[in-house]
């Protein structure tokens, strides 16, 4: 009898068995989440050549707008403008224009929305570096610019009202009742050596400042730490701007680190800038070469230094009207010089001396 209750419950534990049902699989593990886009990156190379901009302007902005008190005065003026590289400045300007353009959180948050998707994020990369005006089109590039444009206008202004004074007062010196006429219009000493000397200041290669460079490089990543007036700036842009923009797009995108180098420095490179700035040293030389009494000096240091500061300067941030606009150069040719450049080509001492 318990053989036959054992068989039972087997016949029956195998019934139950053909009654039950399959437990449903488990899902499949969700995909990771994709990786999240890379952080803000500009290398140290872009925050340095920005700082040898800003480091020189500002010691550039010392020179005192008149009320030189002696020959030596202008002389220490001439040397302390004289004492940048063309093509180190320009590259500064741009470099200092894409920090500046990266106190713009909508600038920069706009562009980081490209940057979720890592196939999307190579391709906008890739068109920048391809065209930087595309960095104009990114969203809030209107506030970015505006930063460029007001902050590089201060300097604009700071050097309009130094040439202003100094080549104003190269006229009031000369005056009889003017205690300082009796040195101002007594021959400069020396006018070889010191012709060569404004040569040579501007042949040498410009150092970075370390404190500066630290400065910036900072403000760079964090979008913060720089004492800047907001503003708003639509196109057109000029291509200093341009490239200041894309330089900073490129940085958003963490694009514009220490294996970037090639493209961010390639991307400071402006030749209408550095052919303003060129010509501006050459109009200083022939100024101090044909400049014999020290106010003819002073003309020389409001002229081609300060005045021309400002105008290549405001060349960099404000787009030509048609009219004024330069002449377009085909690819590989020597930029041509824009009026304002023809304008100071044209100008001597000889103007100091025929009159206002």
């Keep these: 009898m318990r053989r036959g209750l054992t068989l039972a419950a087997v016949a029956a534990a195998a019934v139950l068995a053909g009654c039950a049902t399959d437990e449903p699989a488990a899902p499949p593990p969700a995909p990771p989440p994709p990786p999240p886009p ?20 500002r010691d550039v902005g010392t020179i005192p707008p008149g009320g030189f008190t002696d020959a030596e005065a202008i002389q220490a003026a001439i040397r302390k403008g004289a004492a940048y590289e063309p ?33 999307g994020r190579q391709d906008l990369i890739n068109r920048i570096i391809a065209d930087p005006a595309v960095a104009a089109t990114l969203p809030g590039a209107d506030a970015a610019a505006g930063l460029i444009v007001e902050t590089l206008g201060r300097d604009v202004a ?24 009796r040195w101002a219009v007594t021959p400069i000493q020396n006018r070889d050596s010191r012709l060569q000397s404004a040569k040579t200041l501007s042949a040498a290669q410009m150092l970075p400042s370390a404190e500066e460079s630290a400065r910036l490089f900072a403000a760079a990543h964090s979008g913060a730490g720089l004492d800047l007036n907001p503003g708003r700036s639509g196109p057109p842009y000029t291509p200093a701007v341009t490239r200041a923009l894309a330089l900073a797009a490129l940085a958003a995108l963490g694009a514009g680190g220490e294996d970037f180098r090639t493209n961010t420095e390639a991307m400071t490179v402006d030749q209408n800038s550095e052919f303003c700035l060129n010509m501006s040293k050459l109009m200083l030389f022939q100024c101090l070469a044909a400049s014999r009494p020290s106010y003819e000096d002073m003309f020389c240091v409001g002229r081609h230094i300060a005045r021309d500061l400002s105008t290549c300067t405001a060349q960099n941030i404000t787009p030509p009207t048609p009219e004024l606009a330069p002449t377009a150069v085909a690819e590989g040719e020597a930029p041509v010089a824009s009026q304002a450049a023809e304008a100071a080509q044209a100008t001597t001492t000889a103007s100091l001396n025929s009159g206002r």
């Design 87 to 119: 093509a180190q400045l320009s590259r500064g300007m741009i470099a200092y224009g894409s920090i500046l353009a990266l106190q713009a959180p909508e600038f920069v948050q706009g562009v980081r929305t490209y940057a979720v998707d890592p196939a």
């Design 158 to 181: 700071a050097m309009h009202r130094i040439a202003e004074g100094v080549e104003g007062d190269a006229y009031t010196i000369q005056e009889r009742r003017d205690p300082r006429r």
């Design 38 to 57: 890379p952080a803000v990156s500009m290398n140290e190379g872009v925050a340095q050549a920005a700082s040898i901009y800003v480091a020189f302007m």
